[in-house]
Each structure stands twice: as C-alpha cells, then as structure tokens.
C-alpha cells in the first residue's frame, strides 16, 4: 500500500525521538544509593520512563503517591535531572541521517511530549535540534496533554500544516491514540520504552516500526495515494 507524503512528522520525545534512559538511569540510581537502597537495572527503568518520574520513584523506592517521604523524593529526583538532562542522552540511531532528509526534501518536523518544557528544551538545546523544530508543544504548555489530541492540533498550528496531512510517532498507546483523535496518520515506536505488557500491535496505529529505517522506507519509498 502506498502512502501519502506527509507534510510533517511529529515525534513524542523520550524512547522514540531521544534515548533519554541512560540519564534517568544515573540519576535515580544515585537517589537510591543516597538513600541506602541497592541501584536499578537500566532495563527496568526504560520501561518506567514513559511514566515519568512518579513511576521511577514509586518502581525504585515501593512508594504508593501519597506515602509523605514519596514528593520529596521526586523532587530530589528531578533537581538531579535537571542538573544533568543532556549528558547521556543521545538520538536513537539513524535519527540524524533521517532528519536530515526530512529537512533536504522540505517537510516539516517537531516535537509534542508529556515532558515539562524546562526539562524538554535544554535537553533539545543540547543535541542542535531547538532551531531546526518546526514546533515543539511540552506537558505545560496547554491544559490536557495526550493522549487528548490539543498537544498535536497546536504543532500542526504551529508548523503551519494541517494534521490530516502531518504524521505522529510515539511508543506508547497515548501517543497511538492522540494522533488518531487529531486525524494524524500514527506510527507506532516499538523500539522504544514500552511498558512490561504493552504490545504495539494492540495500538491501532497506521503503521509499526522497529527501528529509524522502518521510518524513514515509509517515509520515503513509498510516495503516492493512501
């Protein structure tokens, strides 16, 4: 089947754009071990990453959100993140080569996370990509986040294109699911930090890639009639 050429590609941030992992993993293992506690492996805390920092801290510590030590934790958490966002993340591999072609043929591309911009932008900052994005919409800058689909209506705002024409990759049903209810075509990132029992093939996204390639063959070497 063939697909239309998109006019924009939206990308979630953390586990489909950005390998942010190793960064998490630095700085809740040196909150578990100033607090006594033996150190998480990485694989264990990709998969809490797309529950941001309250799953990290409720995975690491076997704390329930309401225990009165569980926020003072997270925020300790997040000084030491924000301390250090951008010095092991890196972009998933061929990202570079991919977006690069994206720019070379004109189409348009952006960022739209649950991420809090103060955390999101340094991080973007960092990797060369803020002056390259043509819209990047954070957890805080709109009322709902996704899965409600007003996050990816403003970057197609922002970007100047119409969402029916743009695209919205993601690894997590959120993502699947804010794309379809803004009338994007969604690819499902089953590369990145997928939950213990999510399977992308449940998503009802338009399209699953493994890895950047998958993407970048969908993008570019199927032109034509959806």
């Known amino acids: 089947m063939n697909v239309r050429h998109p006019a924009a590609v939206f990308f979630d941030l953390d586990g489909t754009l950005v390998d942010t992992a190793p960064d998490f993993f630095r700085v809740i293992n040196q909150l578990l071990v100033s607090e006594g506690r033996e150190p998480m492996r990485l694989e264990d805390v990709r998969v809490g990453v797309s529950g941001g920092s309250k799953t990290l801290i409720g995975t690491a510590f076997g704390l329930p959100e309401d225990d009165p030590t569980f926020e003072p934790l ?19 591999p061929g990202f570079d080569h991919l977006l690069r072609r994206l720019d070379a043929a004109g189409i348009r591309w952006g960022v739209v996370t649950n991420k809090p911009r103060r955390f999101s932008s340094p991080l973007l900052e960092h990797l060369g990509l803020a002056p390259r994005l ?9 009322p709902r986040t996704k899965p409600h689909p007003d996050p990816l209506f403003l970057a197609a705002r922002t970007a100047q294109v119409e969402p029916s024409g743009s695209w919205y990759v993601g690894d997590h049903l959120r993502d699947i699911q804010a794309g379809r209810a803004a ?3 969604t690819v ?3 590369y990145g930090y997928l939950e213990a029992d999510a399977d992308p ?6 399209h699953r890639i493994d890895c950047v390639g998958d993407l970048e063959r969908l ?3 199927h032109r034509g009639s959806a």
């Open 188 to 190: 499902a990132a089953a």
């Open 134 to 142: 043509a819209a990047l919409v954070c957890a805080d800058d709109l």
């Open 201 to 206: 093939g449940d998503w009802l996204a338009d």
């Open 183 to 185: 009338g994007m075509t």
């Open 74 to 92: 997270r925020q300790r958490l997040l000084d030491l993140y924000l301390a250090g966002v951008a010095d092991e993340s890196l972009l998933f």
């Open 219 to 221: 993008i570019f070497d």
